[in-house]
C-alpha cells in the first residue's frame, strides 16, 4: 500500500490562539497546582495536630519569602480555578457558548482572579 | 433494529462504558462544596488574630471549623482525585501504566484525606 500525502485536518499549530484556549490550559495547570497546595494544607494540619513547636516552625516557613511566595502563587491558582470553575458551571446550565460570551467571559475570569487574590492579601 | 440488551441492561443505560455520569457530576458537586467551604476557610484564616499554634488551634477545634474543615479536606481529596485521574487519563497512553498511575493517585489521595482528618480529629479532641 503507497503512502499518498493526504490532506489532514487543522490542528492547533493552524489557528489563530484563541484567549479561550489560554484559560482551558489554566485551568488545568492551576487544577494540578492546587492538589499539591492539598498536600501542602494536610502538613499544616499535621503540625497543628503535633504541637507547637512543630505548628510554629511550619508557620514559620510559610511566612518566610518563599513560603510568601508560594502561598501568593497558591491563592492566585484558588482563585482562578474559582472564578473559572464558576465559569464552567454556567456553562453547564446551558448558558455562554457563543465565542463574543466565552472570549468575554475569558477576561472577567482573568480580571476576577487577579482582583480577589489582591484584595484577599490587602485584606489579611 | 431489534434492542438485544437485557431489561437490566436497559434500565441502567451504561452501554459499554459500564459507567455513567458519575465522574462528571461527583466533579461539579464537590465544586460547589470546595467553592462555599474554600471561601469559609479562607475568610476564617484571614481573621485568626496570628499565626502561632494557640490560635490555630482554638479556631480548628472549635466544633463547627473543626466539621467544616473536615468537610473541606475530603470535598478537596474528591475533587482533586477526579481532576487527576482525567489529567492521567490525558497524558498517559501505555494501558498499565495508566492505570496503575491512576490507582496510586487514588492511594494517595485517600492518604492525605485520611491523615488531614486524622490530624483534625487530633486537634479537636486534644
Do not use: C
Not at chain 2, 490560635?55 to 475530603?74: I, Q, R, Y
Request: no cysteine; glycine share 6%.
Amino acid at each position: 500500500m503507497n503512502s499518498r500525502e493526504r490532506p489532514l485536518s487543522p490542528h492547533l499549530s493552524i489557528y489563530r490562539w484563541p484567549i479561550t484556549m489560554t484559560l482551558s490550559i489554566l485551568h488545568r495547570v492551576t487544577g494540578v497546582a492546587l492538589s499539591i497546595g492539598f498536600v501542602l494544607l494536610a502538613a499544616w494540619l499535621l503540625s497543628a495536630a503535633a504541637g507547637a513547636d512543630a505548628h510554629d516552625r511550619f508557620a514559620e516557613l510559610m511566612q518566610s519569602a518563599g513560603g510568601r511566595v508560594v502561598l501568593t502563587l497558591l491563592s492566585l491558582a484558588f482563585f482562578y480555578h474559582l472564578a473559572n470553575g464558576v465559569r464552567h458551571l454556567i456553562w453547564d446550565l446551558g448558558y455562554g457558548f457563543e465565542i463574543r460570551e466565552a472570549n468575554a467571559s475569558s477576561w472577567v475570569v482573568i480580571v476576577s482572579a487577579i482582583l480577589l487574590t489582591l484584595l484577599y492579601w490587602l485584606a489579611l | 433494529m431489534t434492542d438485544r440488551r437485557t431489561p437490566m441492561a436497559r434500565v441502567l443505560g451504561y452501554g459499554s462504558a459500564k459507567v455513567g455520569t458519575e465522574h462528571w457530576w461527583t466533579q461539579r458537586v464537590s465544586s460547589v462544596a470546595i467553592l462555599i467551604l474554600g471561601i469559609w476557610f479562607l475568610i476564617g484564616l484571614a481573621q485568626l488574630p496570628g499565626y502561632d499554634h494557640a490560635n490555630v488551634t482554638e479556631w480548628l477545634g472549635s466544633p463547627v471549623s473543626a466539621v467544616l474543615m473536615l468537610l473541606l479536606v475530603v470535598s478537596i481529596a474528591r475533587h482533586s482525585d477526579l481532576g487527576i485521574q482525567v489529567v492521567i487519563e490525558d497524558y498517559v497512553h501505555q494501558p498499565l501504566l495508566k492505570v496503575v498511575s491512576v490507582v496510586v493517585s487514588r492511594f494517595l489521595h485517600v492518604l492525605v484525606a485520611a491523615a488531614s482528618v486524622f490530624a483534625l480529629l487530633g486537634v479537636a479532641f486534644r
